[in-house]
T-cell receptor, first 111, second 113 residues
Framework: QKEVEQNSGPLSVPEGAIASLNCTYS??????FFWYRQYSGKSPELIMFIYSNGDKEDGRFTAQLNKASQYVSLLIRDSQPSDSATYLC???????????FGPGTRLSVLP | GAGVSQSPSNKVTEKGKDVELRCDPISGHTALYWYRQSLGQGLEFLIYFQGNSAPDKSGLPSDRFSAERTGGSVSTLTIQRTQQEDSAVYLC???????????FGQGTRLTVV
């Protein structure tokens, strides 16, 4: 079982719709969770991080964490074509640990 | 600088040559990470530095790879006797504290011919 799993996609949504990106992780000791966006040919860009169970909202983005289910998600409201990118889920087990990245989900927002 | 800076942006080298890749983290960030990303693939962890602690080298793929971080700031990743399979984008990231959010540099695209 991979440490961090994501559907590779592509996930296609129409412009203006809600895009839902999902991530599961295997280590129950994981403490911090991150979503990165990566445009083709560019480096990953941090979108959000979440440490506690529940929802965290920032503009059009909402991160959701459920530690009991070992599940973290990212919702993008009012999706725009400029949101088309690969979204990487990353997990960190805490101090002194590195980040483990999922393979990424490719999102395509259709005008 | 404002962000993580990596140099060079692009490097083309002949098979068998040594290369050095540089990373300048965000000022004050104590944690520094190196990853590599092959074309169309995910991020592969290489090495992690946290303050003055011994680095976590568990991701280095072979003994041809080494890295150092001088003065808790700039880091250099060295690849000796480069092979074609070393061709990838090498990404450096730093974070203010271990386990907190990490910010990536623009990467170094290494091509071994």
């Amino acid at each position: 079982q991979k440490e961090v799993e994501q559907n590779s996609g592509p996930l296609s949504v129409p412009e203006g719709a809600i895009a839902s990106l999902n991530c599961t992780y295997s280590d129950r000791g994981s403490q911090s969770f991150f979503w990165y966006r990566q445009y083709s040919g560019k480096s990953p860009e941090l979108i959000m991080f979440i440490y506690s169970n529940g929802d965290k909202e920032d503009g059009r983005f909402t991160a959701q964490l459920n530690k009991a289910s070992q599940y973290v998600s990212l919702l993008i409201r009012d999706s725009q074509p400029s949101d088309s990118a690969t979204y990487l889920c990353a997990v960190n087990k805490g101090y002194g640990q590195n980040f483990v990245f999922g393979p990424g989900t490719r999102l395509s927002v259709l005008p | 600088g404002a962000g993580v800076s990596q140099s060079p942006s692009n490097k083309v080298t002949e098979k068998g040559k040594d290369v050095e890749l540089r990373c300048d983290p965000i000022s004050g960030h104590t944690a520094l990470y190196w990853y590599r990303q092959s074309l169309g693939q995910g991020l592969e962890f290489l090495i992690y530095f946290q303050g003055n602690s011994a680095p976590d080298k568990s991701g280095l793929p072979s003994d041809r790879f080494s890295a150092e971080r001088t003065g808790g700031s700039v880091s250099t990743l060295t690849i000796q006797r480069t092979q074609q399979e070393d061709s990838a984008v090498y990404l450096c990231a730093s974070s203010p504290l271990s386990g907190s959010e990490a910010f990536f540099g623009q990467g170094t695209r290494l091509t071994v011919v």
